[in-house]
């Protein structure tokens, strides 16, 4: 819509992060240096030295924020222009060629303060100087490496506890944010672990099955990792006990399964133990997919003997299972363990099975290799570990 009067019009722009733009007009390119803040709302005036306006522009870019153009001119009809976001220095929109375009903002918003890493020094002189702005800083994208390092950096535990307490009430929001997420996990990886409760305690009073969204989620996953390597087992079992509700879910999801290796890279013996017997349970489900094969080989490296041999037995009794979850990544070297450790009954029927499907298997390269290991073994060959790394075999 078009609004104004006849010697003034105002027509949309969508501007994505208004510090700096590569545009098209008419064909040609300019680069455009706004310089107001990126959430406030201005004009822009927009004129070529020949006396023509431009007006009409059109974002290419997703998620942008919505300005006014003023044309300071009658509008002529003109091509659209196309901004892209490309970040740079503030400053007034130019454009260079046969048709100069200048443009200045002239709304009456004051002029935007620099970005926050504009005014940080390169290195911290003391961490103690951040004091105040931490969860502000932990935001940004190139400040937030400044907190890390202060937490780094803190020459006492109580100093630590201080840029840590500014992070309270805003936990979901950092394990959430591209960079506060970073800050979040140096805290949890460098202060006490009684300083680190009310990260647990925000987790959990967040409701039931708080700790398993997070879990879920790209940037929390990492953030629960972090927890489960420096936690004492007294705050591990409460994440624990919540994660284990959803075991199969998180086993099988994007994220959620790097959460689940990690309680068997880090939980106690008990931890270890409830999650194997939950897998050996649902074998079939978890085998079929490929983030739930990496859960099944660590289940191998760090569970006792005995809940090995249950959880192999469970893998053997679906040969055609294990032929697919074999000719993935993970999944093979699974499918050889399992084949290694599982009772003689078992494993001599899914070896027949698995010659029977030579000709499938062989068709990939991971397929290629289980097919290998599964003739080696009906040859009398033991099975040991040094054939579980060969994955390159053909």
Known sequence: MVTGTSNQLFYPVMILNPNSMDCMHAGMPFTAYPCMSPMAPVGVAA??????SYGQFATNVPHSILFGAQMMQPMTSGPSASLN??????????????DTLHMKVCGSQPVAE?????????????????????????KDPKACRLVQ????????????AALASELRTHVWEALKS??????????????????LQF?????????????CKAARHRYGCRVVQRLLEHCPTEQKNRLVEELLTETVTLCTHIFGNYVMQHILEHGTDVHILSLTQILTEHASTVCSDPHGSAVLEKCFSHASPTAQVALANALVMEPDKLATMGCTRHGNRAAKQALAVADLQHRSNALMALIEQKEMLRVSRYGRVLATFAEKCMQGEAADNSGFDDDNEV
Request: aromatic content about 4%.
């Open 149 to 160: 390092q202060a937490f780094e950096d803190a020459d006492c535990d109580d100093t630590r």
């Open 178 to 195: 591209p960079n506060a997420n970073h800050v979040l996990q140096k805290c949890i990886s460098t202060i006490r672990p009684l300083d």
């Open 85 to 98: 976001d490309t970040g740079g220095p503030p400053g007034n929109f130019t454009r260079t060629g046969k």
């Open 114 to 138: 620099k970005h926050i890493e504009d005014n940080l020094p390169l290195q911290l002189e003391s961490p103690t100087a951040l004091l105040g702005q931490v969860w502000k800083l932990a």
């Open 199 to 211: 990260i647990v305690d925000e987790l959990m009073q967040a409701g039931k099955g708080a700790v």
């Open 47 to 52: 004129q070529s030295e020949s006396g023509v």
